[in-house]
């Protein structure tokens, strides 16, 4: 691995996969694009909408790129709100990514699935090959790229691999355009007005990681030996599972006086299609997973992160 492309850089994962990979790799050129021009962020950066083949021709060239972390897509609810774009990005892009991965023989490409896959006739805690039968048009593009991911390795003996993510929480970047937001926003909203009103049932009980682990996860993947991988882009990770009222409680038991409300608005529909815990079996044995966030830690160090925030603005 000499250089690293991180398509979608400026998103949820992409904000703080890109820092950790330049950590982690000191001799590794890290390059961060995404569909915004000028971004104020550190280090190489380019513009690169993925809708556009040539677009990313370019930028694998000029850096000579052997290894992507294609994050750039529309989540599930912006999915819901435009599918038309949705199947352009998360379906066109990533097909722009494996052709020219093929042209230019990249040595791996990690593009990250989503739980979204799996839907109303998913039994609970299904594993990689558990029916999935999405009813979103996220979910739909979602099983595209993992068919795609699987035909690249088959017909050309393309390196793809992917994890099907839960949700993510995490403090850095707000998250914008997921079902699984709420996760995230309930804390910010805690800490800064002391309220918040769910989008979802008090009941919805929906599998969510901590961000670190999501990254630790990807990069595990990533460096994984080739031999091991019984699957391509369907690794199940299951981390954390818990109800809107169940997080209400344990930010409850931190911050005093927090007001939680449930106005269930179209995302509720979308939620109640998804597993509440995934089986994560073949990623344990295979490239050794597991979580270090159980729900106690998760909450812990999102309140403390964020109230720390929160005083560094008023000083
Ligand atoms: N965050 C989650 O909870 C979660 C859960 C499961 C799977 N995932 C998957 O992880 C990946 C990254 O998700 P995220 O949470 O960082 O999403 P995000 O919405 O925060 O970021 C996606 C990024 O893609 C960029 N983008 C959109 N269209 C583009 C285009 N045409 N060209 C280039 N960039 C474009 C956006 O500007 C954005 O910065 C996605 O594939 C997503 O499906 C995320």
């Not at 990807?218 to 990770?237: G, T």
């Not at 409300?261 to 044995?285: F, K």
Request: aromatic letters at 8%; hydrophobic letters at 35%.
């Amino acid at each position: 691995m000499d250089t690293i492309l991180v398509t979608g850089a400026l998103g949820q994962i992409g904000s703080e996969l890109v820092p950790t990979l330049r950590t982690r790799y000191e001799d590794v050129e890290v390059v961060a694009s995404d569909i915004e021009p000028d971004p104020d962020v550190p280090g190489p950066y380019e513009a690169v909408d993925v809708t556009d083949r040539a677009q990313v021709e370019a930028v694998i060239e000029k850096y000579d790129v052997d290894t992507v972390f294609h994050l750039a897509a529309l989540l599930s609810a912006a999915g819901e709100q435009n599918p038309d774009r949705a199947f352009n990005v998360n379906v066109g892009g990533l097909h722009n990514v494996l052709e020219v991965g093929r042209e230019y023989e990249l040595d791996r490409i990690v593009i990250p699935s989503s739980i979204a896959v799996y839907g109303p006739a998913t039994p609970d805690n299904p594993s990689e090959r558990t029916i999935r039968s999405p009813t979103t048009m996220y979910g739909i593009t979602k099983v595209l790229a993992e068919n795609l991911g699987a035909y690249y390795h088959e017909k050309y003996d393309l390196d793809v691999r992917g994890i099907r993510l839960p949700g993510i929480v995490s403090h850095k970047t707000r998250p914008n355009g997921g079902t699984t937001d709420y996760a995230v926003d309930a804390f910010y909203e805690a800490v800064w007005e002391g309220e918040y009103t769910y989008f979802v049932r008090e009941d919805t009980r929906l599998p969510m990681v901590y961000m670190s682990d999501a990254i630790d996860a990807l990069i595990a993947l990533a460096e994984a030996d080739e031999s091991d991988l019984q699957y391509q882009c369907e690794y199940n990770i299951s981390a954390l599972s818990f109800t809107a009222k169940e997080l209400s409680e344990r930010i409850e038991e931190r911050i005093n006086e927090f007001d939680a409300r449930y106005d269930p608005d179209e995302r509720q529909s979308i939620a109640d299609s998804w597993p509440s815990t995934l089986d994560d079996t073949a990623a344990r044995s295979d490239w050794g997973w597991s979580a270090e966030y159980d729900l106690d830690k998760m909450v812990d160090e999102m309140v403390h992160n964020l109230r720390q925030r929160t005083e560094g603005a008023l000083s």
